[in-house]
């Protein structure tokens, strides 16, 4: 299930679809907020990511009235939230060159923002996938329920549905992006569009087609170096070459592995996703081990002791390697993993012939080569 590859990649400084900063030019940007009802003095916090670092800006309003002021490497979004007890949510924002206008009528709910092209584009955006969300939102917590009393069949469909609507979304943002190429979140839609597993075939051509300006944003420049690496790992070409030491420090190539169909496996025992798709990983490897197939496990981990744990209790009898470094790991830079579990499977003579196989197409696909 695609989906659950989100829990390992929430707070992955790789995964997230900010600038990194840069010296040079900055956006300024000014946000006015002001609030309907407020019957006490109240604190707004703003936050957004540069370089892979939350920054995080306060004001305070007694009389209704906020302001935020800043600069940021390119247009980017953002998120306000108050400190006031109880319920409350965020307002997603679209930081741009100009004033951002926030209206709120309660500090417990969220507000409505206009006034940049960018804010502008953003509200678009959400007045086409809002229905999505709204179902989405219906949907993650029909499965936890169903997680919780441990009901499968109801997990299955809730996983099934969850994957049918972000296909739907992800066509109405490709769809908006290719109608609206010159639009100025341009960058923020195509990451979108692109997801974590990149198709360079499929999309180098929409990418081409943004404005220069947008592609010489940090972000622009960070994507044309994803696509470089994605066309290097296209199926039928030859894996990157690499070496890592494995837990006795001892390093271990890829290139070791030549004669036989090898899975490289990116995981990470803290990964959720990671841990619930080791005994499909395992049942495999058991099946097909005698046949000509093995796996080198590269681990996101940064702690020795978790990944040895982990691996002793999942039963993961193969090859591993790491250079302890979490979401640096210089293999995954290599491969420019951005969400785990991912994985690569290799022919004898190293070529890559299929890419991010879970469950039962990874046993297909072995019970196909290894005949």
């Not at 499968?152 to 066509?171: G, I, L, N, W, Y």
């Not at 943004?210 to 960070?222: A, C, D, N, V």
């Amino acid at each position: 299930m695609k989906r659950l590859i989100v829990a390992a990649v929430l707070f992955s400084p790789a995964a997230a679809l900010f600038a990194q900063e840069k010296k040079g030019h900055k956006v300024p940007f000014h946000i006015e907020g002001s609030v309907a009802r407020q019957e006490q003095p109240a604190k707004f916090y703003l936050r957004y990511r540069i370089d892979g670092k939350t920054i995080t800006d306060s004001a305070v309003t007694t009389d209704g009235k906020f302001s935020f002021d800043g600069k940021v490497p390119e247009p980017q979004i953002a998120q306000l939230v108050t400190a006031a007890p109880g319920k409350k949510e965020a307002t997603s924002l679209f930081l741009g060159k100009g004033t951002t206008k926030v209206a709120i009528t309660d500090v417990f709910l969220k507000g409505t923002a206009e006034g940049t092209k960018e804010q502008d584009a953003f509200n678009q955006l959400n007045a086409l996938t809002k229905p999505f969300s709204k179902e989405m939102d219906d949907l993650i917590r029909d499965y936890r329920k169903a997680a919780e009393a441990k009901d499968e069949a109801a997990q299955k469909k809730a996983e099934t549905r969850m994957d049918e609507v972000d296909a739907s979304r992800t066509a109405v943002i490709r769809k908006y992006l290719t109608d609206n190429p010159s639009t100025p979140i341009g960058m923020y839609l195509l990451n979108q569009v692109a997801g974590y597993e990149l198709n360079a075939t499929d999309i180098e051509p929409i990418f081409k087609s943004l404005p220069k300006k947008i592609r010489r944003y940090p972000s622009g420049k960070q994507f044309a170096e994803r696509l470089e690496i994605a066309k290097k790992l296209t199926v039928g070409n030859p894996a990157i070459e690499f070496s890592q030491n494995d837990a006795s420090g001892k390093p271990v190539s890829l290139s070791s592995f030549r004669g036989k169909y090898v899975l490289v496996d990116f995981w990470a025992s803290w990964c959720g996703p990671c841990r619930a798709e080791n005994p499909n990983v395992v049942k495999a490897y058991n099946k097909y081990k005698d046949k000509g197939f093995t796996i080198l496990g590269v681990s996101f981990d940064e702690k020795k002791e978790k990944w040895e744990q982990a691996i002793q209790q999942d039963g993961l009898a193969w090859t591993h390697v790491s250079d302890l470094k979490g979401w640096s790991n210089e293999v995954g830079k290599l491969y420019g993993i951005r969400a785990i579990p991912q994985n690569v499977l290799l022919d004898p003579q190293g070529k890559i012939v299929a890419k991010n196989l879970r469950a039962e197409a990874l046993d297909a696909k072995l019970a196909e080569l290894l005949k």
